[in-house]
Each structure stands twice: as structure tokens, then as C-alpha cells.
């Protein structure tokens, strides 16, 4: 990737914020995989400072062990697991947020120095301060998530968890886009259609990462592990079974999981026009559309293999992965379009 500023300071703290949007992908990807395992809801407590280290010592552990046994999950689900079971699943859980902890550290530290010696560019303080305060949102709304299966049922809500992920894509995307605009602050020209054309793409990005979100939360990707059909037709039944209608696109696993699918199409066909559309553009502008079909390409063939192999760990977090890259590609395509349309 070509960088077009020369200014030191633009270029490290773009460089700084390149590093936190890496940092904000790897959690999305640490998140998937506890989700996956079934971790999630091994910490019954949330302690910001003192939680920093895992339990040292057999007491240790199992004290920790003894919080989980009284929680829904242990005494409905896990019952049968032992304390050296229980590690298991806890590392991811305490990974997970040991590794938000470091994005908190990561991002407090630098902005506090790049400010202090003056070397913010002008008019991103509040960007960062709204970075930063996005963040702490985050990690409360993470809490208030596990808090959900915690209480009758050992199951996160999917609303929350659909938030918890939709906010973690939208730091991600303000992280990624406010480095490419400290990187490359000279804006370029694009085509009127072909600017259109990519905002509806991500749109139509946006809804599908609502609705993968909803395909979690719900375990729909463990229903209909065929493709392309959806057991034995394109268009299942059960679709809307629930009353009022409109709960099925948000409370119906088949409906969740159907409308996934559909997105899916709908983006590939709106990264296919993309490219047809910059195939005339100057350079930059075709290379970057050749990497959004690229990444939607890939994370079709992986949403596909994840749903045959019925959501393996592996596939999974690969797919929830691919879901941030094209995110970042599209990101990437509309950042460079953002000057003044050619006609």
C-alpha cells in the first residue's frame, strides 16, 4: 500500500492507528474462536484490574472453578466437567479480554504521548477521544453481554452479542479509515456510478454483518449444512412462523440463515459490478475494486465450507475473519473515492 503524505507525524500516528485497527481484527478473531469453544461464559465476574492474571495455584483455581459451578451453563450444561476442563475453556474466555485490556493499554499510551509533545495533527483530537471512548463502551457492552447468559439460560442474548460485534466492525472501520485519511490526505476523483455503486455495496455489507452476527447468536449455521440448497429446496419452510412477522428476520434461525445466504449473493453481485464499473478507472481505483471481489470471493468459498463442515472451530473463526477483511476492502475502495465525483 502506497502512502502519499510525507509529514512525520501524520505518517506515525497513521502507522499507530494501522497497528490498534490490527489489534481490533485480531480480537474479532479471538472473540469468534471463544464463541465457537463455548468459552464465553467460563468468568462470571468482571474485574477490569484485578482480572489481568489468570488463578496461580491449585486454591486459585479452584475458587475460580466453584464461581463457574453455580452459574446456568455448569449446572445445565457442563455439569460432568472437571477443573482441568474447565482451563480449557477459561483461557480463551480471560485471552479474550486480557487481549482488550492490551488494545486499551496500546491505544492510551501512544495518544497520551502523541499528544503531550504536540504531535497530533490538527482536528484529530476528538477523533481520538472518540476512538478511545468507543472502546470503553466496548468492553462494558462485553460485560453486559456475558451478563445475559448468566442468569436463567447459558446462552448470550443475540441481540447483545450482535451489538458486541457490530461495535467492535465499527471501531475497526473508524481505526482503519481515520489512518488511511492521515496516510493519504489528498483525495481522489472517481466516477459518479462507480461511487454509488460502492456505497450500496457497503450497505449491503453492513446488513450482512448484522446478520452474521444474528446467524451466531441463534446457532443458525448448525441448520441446513447443505448448499446451495437449504435441505431439500432454495427457499426452506418455517420462514416466517413466528408472529409478528417482522421477529422472524431477527428471532428465526431458518430466516436468519436464509436471509445470510441471500446477502451473501447480493454483495458478491455488487462486487462483480464494482469491478465492471472501474475497469475504465485509473489504476488505483481498479486494483483496490480487484481486492474487494477478491476478499468476497474468498469468504464465500470459506462461509460455504464452514456451513458444509457444520461450523468447526477452525472454518468458523476463519469465516468471522474474512467477514473484517472485506469490511477492510471496502473501506479501502470508499476511501479513495472520497474527493470530488469525475463525470
Excluded: C
Aim: proline share 5%; charged share 15%; hydrophobic share 50%.
Amino acid at each position: 500500500m502506497m502512502f502519499q503524505t510525507s509529514d512525520k507525524d501524520r505518517r506515525a500516528v497513521g502507522y499507530w492507528l494501522l497497528f490498534m485497527a490490527f489489534m481490533v481484527f485480531a480480537m474479532v478473531v479471538v472473540g469468534g474462536a471463544t464463541r465457537l469453544t463455548e468459552s464465553g461464559l467460563s468468568m462470571v465476574d468482571w474485574r477490569p484490574v484485578t482480572g489481568v492474571l489468570p488463578p496461580i495455584g491449585d486454591d486459585a483455581w479452584n475458587a475460580e472453578f466453584a464461581k463457574y459451578q453455580e452459574s446456568p451453563e455448569f449446572k445445565l450444561k457442563n455439569y460432568h466437567m472437571s477443573v482441568e476442563d474447565f482451563k480449557g475453556i477459561f483461557y480463551w474466555e480471560w485471552g479474550h479480554r486480557l487481549l482488550g485490556r492490551l488494545i486499551g493499554l496500546f491505544f492510551f499510551v501512544p495518544m497520551v504521548w502523541f499528544w503531550v509533545r504536540g504531535r497530533v495533527p490538527g482536528g484529530y483530537k476528538p477523533k481520538l477521544l472518540a476512538l478511545f471512548i468507543l472502546g470503553g463502551l466496548q468492553g462494558l457492552l462485553g460485560w453486559y453481554m456475558v451478563k445475559s447468559g448468566l442468569v436463567d439460560e447459558p446462552a448470550v442474548s443475540h441481540y447483545r452479542l450482535t451489538a458486541h460485534l457490530s461495535l467492535a466492525l465499527l471501531i475497526f472501520s473508524a481505526l482503519f479509515w481515520t489512518a488511511l485519511s492521515l496516510l493519504n490526505p489528498q483525495p481522489s476523483s472517481a466516477p459518479k456510478k462507480l461511487k454509488r455503486m460502492t456505497h450500496i455495496a457497503m450497505l449491503v455489507l453492513v446488513l450482512q454483518l448484522i446478520m452474521g452476527g444474528l446467524v451466531a447468536g441463534l446457532k443458525a449455521g448448525h441448520i441446513f449444512n447443505t448448499w446451495p440448497l437449504m435441505g431439500d429446496s432454495f427457499v426452506p419452510e418455517g420462514l416466517w412462523v413466528i408472529e409478528p412477522t417482522w421477529r422472524n428476520f431477527l428471532d428465526n434461525a431458518i430466516t436468519v440463515q436464509f436471509d445470510h445466504r441471500i446477502g451473501a449473493y447480493l454483495l458478491t453481485l455488487m462486487a462483480l459490478a464494482i469491478v465492471w464499473a472501474a475497469r475504465k478507472s485509473e489504476k488505483p481505483l481498479k486494483n483496490r475494486a480487484y481486492l474487494l471481489i477478491t476478499a468476497v470471493g474468498i469468504q464465500m468459498l470459506l462461509g460455504i465450507i464452514m456451513l458444509l463442515k457444520e461450523v468447526p472451530v477452525s472454518w468458523g473463526t476463519a469465516h468471522q475473519a474474512g467477514g473484517v477483511l472485506v469490511l477492510a476492502a471496502i473501506i479501502n475502495l470508499m476511501h479513495k473515492q472520497r474527493g470530488k465525483r469525475a463525470s
